[in-house]
C-alpha cells in the first residue's frame, strides 16, 4: 500500500490549463474515486498520477517521494484502462504472465501469480481461451487480473466498467469492492458514474474544470454539499434547486421560495439577497410538510420499486418527487407538495452553502 501526496500539481498544454493547483492527500488503503463531468480533467490527474503524462505544476510524492520524473515503470503501480487492451493472439494465463516475464521474473513466481490473480478473479476455467472466446465481463476480470499479477502498491482505474451493459456493470461493482477488501491496497478510480462512485469510494473528490470542488465520504457529500455544482451532481435523482429571496427581520429570516409561501428560517450566515435552496427529491411529501404549495402532475416514471413524479408548480417551477410506487396519480392530477426545514439545503448567490448560526 502507497500513500500519495499532490501539492500545487498542474498540467498545461500551452496557455490550455486542464489541471490547477491541485492539493490532494490520497490515504495509506483507502478507495478514492474521482468524479465530475466529461473534460474536468480526472482521466488526466490520473495518467499524472501513472507517470503517462508529465505534470507542468507543482509535485506528486508517492509515501514522501518526489516522483514527478520517476517513468512509470518504476512507480509500482498498475493501470487498469477503460479498453481491456488484451493480446488477441495469446490464451488469459499468457496475457496474465506476459508482463511478469518480460520483468524476467523466475517461471514458478509467474505461474503463481497467475494462479493467485486467477483464482481471486474466479477466472480459473478461462485461463487457457483467447479474448474472442470471452464475454465483455470477463475480458474485463482479466485486465484486472493482469494489474493485479503485478502485486502494485497502488491500483489506478480509468473507468473500466464504461464498456460493459448495465447489467454487467452492477455484478462488475460488487466484485471491485469485494476485491478491495481482500487485498487492501490503495485504490484511486476514475468514473463519471456517480452510482459507481457512492457505492465503490472511502471518499470522493469531485472535480470540475480541473479544479477540485470538495473531498469526503460519500455520505458527507450527499448530505453536506459544500457547493450547488457538488449538490446538483451528487444523487441521483437529481436535488431540487429553488431560486429563492432571503429577508431579515427581528424576528429571525424569512424566505419567499418560488412557488411556495414565504417561511420562517433559521439565521443564516450571509446578508439579505437571492439565495438558492435544494431540497432531495425523496424529502418532498404528497399532502405533508410544514411548507407547501400547490402543483400539477407532468410526468408519472414507474421505477418498479419507486415512482419518480415530476410537478409543475403554479410558479412554473418544476420539482422532482420520489418515493414509494404507486399507480394512483397520473399526468394531469392536481397535488399538494411539502417539505420540512429540516430537509433543506441553503446556498448564496455564489453557489457557497450557507449555515445557520
Avoid at 14 to 25: E, F, H, R, T, Y
Avoid at 154 to 174: C, G, H, I, K, T
Avoid at 264 to 293: F, M, N, W
Amino acid at each position: 500500500m502507497v500513500a500519495l501526496t499532490l501539492r500545487n500539481t498542474g498540467k498545461r498544454y500551452g496557455a490550455l490549463s486542464i489541471i490547477q493547483n491541485m492539493n490532494l492527500d490520497v490515504r495509506e488503503g483507502e478507495f478514492l474515486v474521482l468524479v465530475g463531468p466529461s473534460g474536468c480533467g480526472k482521466s488526466t490527474l490520473l495518467r499524472m498520477i501513472a507517470g503517462l503524462e508529465d505534470i507542468t505544476d507543482g509535485t506528486i510524492a508517492m509515501d514522501g517521494r518526489v516522483v514527478n520524473d520517476l517513468p512509470a515503470s518504476k512507480r509500482e503501480l498498475s493501470m487498469v484502462f477503460q479498453s481491456y487492451a488484451l493480446y488477441p493472439h495469446m490464451t488469459v494465463a499468457k496475457n496474465l504472465a506476459f508482463g511478469l516475464e518480460n520483468m524476467k521474473l523466475p517461471r514458478a513466481e509467474v505461474q503463481r501469480r497467475v494462479a493467485e490473480a486467477a483464482r481471486i478473479l474466479q477466472i480459473e476455467k478461462l485461463l487457457d481461451r483467447k479474448p474472442r472466446q470471452l464475454s465483455g465481463g470477463q475480458k474485463q476480470r482479466v485486465a484486472i487480473g493482469r494489474a493485479i499479477v503485478r502485486e502494485p502498491k497502488l491500483f489506478l482505474f480509468d473507468e473500466p466498467l464504461s464498456n460493459l451493459d448495465a447489467e454487467l456493470r452492477v455484478q462488475m461493482r460488487a466484485e471491485l469492492a469485494s476485491l478491495y477488501a481482500r487485498l487492501g491496497t490503495t485504490m484511486i478510480y476514475v468514473t463519471h458514474d456517480q452510482v459507481e462512485a457512492m457505492t465503490l469510494a472511502s471518499r470522493i473528490v469531485v472535480l470540475r474544470g480541473g479544479k477540485i470542488e470538495q473531498v469526503g465520504t460519500p455520505q458527507e457529500l450527499y448530505e453536506r454539499p459544500q457547493n450547488l455544482f457538488v449538490a446538483g451532481f451528487i444523487g441521483s435523482p437529481k436535488i431540487n434547486m429553488i431560486e429563492s429571496a432571503l429577508k431579515a427581520g427581528s424576528d429571525g429570516m424569512e424566505v419567499a421560495a418560488k412557488g411556495f409561501q414565504a417561511f420562517k428560517v433559521p439565521r443564516l450566515d450571509t446578508k439579505d439577497g437571492a439565495i438558492t435552496i435544494c431540497i432531495r427529491p425523496s424529502s418532498i411529501k404528497l399532502g405533508e410538510g410544514s411548507v407547501q404549495a400547490q402543483g400539477t402532475v407532468r410526468l408519472v416514471e414507474y421505477l418498479g420499486n419507486e415512482t419518480l413524479l415530476h410537478i409543475a408548480l403554479n410558479s412554473g417551477q418544476t420539482l422532482l418527487v420520489s418515493g414509494k410506487a404507486t399507480a394512483s396519480l397520473k399526468m394531469g392530477d392536481t397535488v399538494t407538495v411539502g417539505f420540512e426545514l429540516a430537509d433543506l439545503h441553503y446556498f448564496d448567490s455564489k453557489g457557497q452553502r450557507l449555515e445557520a448560526i
